[in-house]
T-cell receptor
Framework: DAGVTQSPTHLIKTRGQQVTLRCSPISGHKSVSWYQQVLGQGPQFIFQ???????GRGNFPDRFSARQFPNYSSELNVNALLLGDSALYLC??????????????FGSGTRLTVV | AQTVTQSQPEMSVQEAETVTLSCTYDTSESDYYLFWYKQPPSRQMILVIR??????QNATENRFSVNFQKAAKSFSLKISDSQLGDAAMYFC???????????FGTGTRLQVFP
């Protein structure tokens, strides 16, 4: 079975540009979450999407947006890039059953560098 | 708001020895889930072990075990018979009962020496 796939693996953008990151979840997983991991820190929650609806949002500015498609894949968009947006962006998929202790499967991330 | 604290930025252990990584958390919830994740240089987060807060019994997965102290809000990871492949960043994480959001600590870098 394919794991969570993210594309691209690396990306270099200039300040002020816009970027789109992509994530394909594990087959059968309907929840996709996005995390930002700045160098030397733990991942920070950005968004959760379940059944194409936003179910959770972290403390990130409106420059960050996301969506989920009917096949449960997801895109994360960041507008007006700042140097501080340089980070590893991780995608995680899950079954999201609030009553169960389910697991998450993470992708290998997209390394975004803003210059 | 919930927080997760890992007070050991770096730890080291010799092969075949045992090491314990510390994690404390703060929450007002009574039901929640706790996790330890491993992140090798390949960057992918790999689940090591997980614990339900309502279970008193400590979780165990082969060489990995936890010491879960709910009253103290402590969740440490013990790695027995350490192997070179255990070298990685280890993150402690918290999830509330009715959310998909994981809250991570800052991580502990584990080095394993032959």
């Amino acid at each position: 079975d394919a794991g969570v796939t993210q594309s691209p693996t690396h990306l270099i953008k200039t300040r002020g540009q816009q970027v789109t990151l992509r994530c394909s979840p594990i087959s059968g997983h309907k929840s996709v979450s996005w995390y930002q991991q700045v160098l030397g820190q733990g991942p920070q929650f950005i968004f959760q999407y379940y059944e194409k609806e936003e179910r959770g949002r972290g403390n990130f500015p409106d420059r960050f947006s996301a969506r989920q498609f009917p096949n449960y894949s997801s895109e994360l968009n960041v507008n007006a890039l700042l140097l501080g947006d340089s980070a590893l962006y991780l995608c995680a998929s899950s079954l999201w059953d609030p009553l169960a202790n389910y697991g998450y499967t993470f992708g290998s991330g997209t390394r975004l560098t803003v210059v | 708001a919930q927080t997760v604290t890992q007070s050991q930025p770096e730890m080291s252990v010799q092969e075949a020895e045992t090491v314990t990584l510390s994690c404390t958390y703060d929450t007002s919830e009574s039901d929640y889930y706790l996790f330890w994740y491993k992140q090798p240089p390949s960057r992918q987060m790999i689940l090591v072990i997980r614990q339900e807060a309502y279970k008193q019994q400590n979780a165990t997965e082969n060489r990995f075990s936890v010491n879960f102290q709910k009253a103290a809000k402590s969740f440490s990871l013990k790695i027995s018979d350490s192997q070179l492949g255990d070298a990685a960043m280890y993150f402690c994480a918290y999830r509330g009962y009715n959310t998909d959001k994981l809250i991570f600590g800052t991580g502990t870098r584990l080095q394993v020496f032959p």
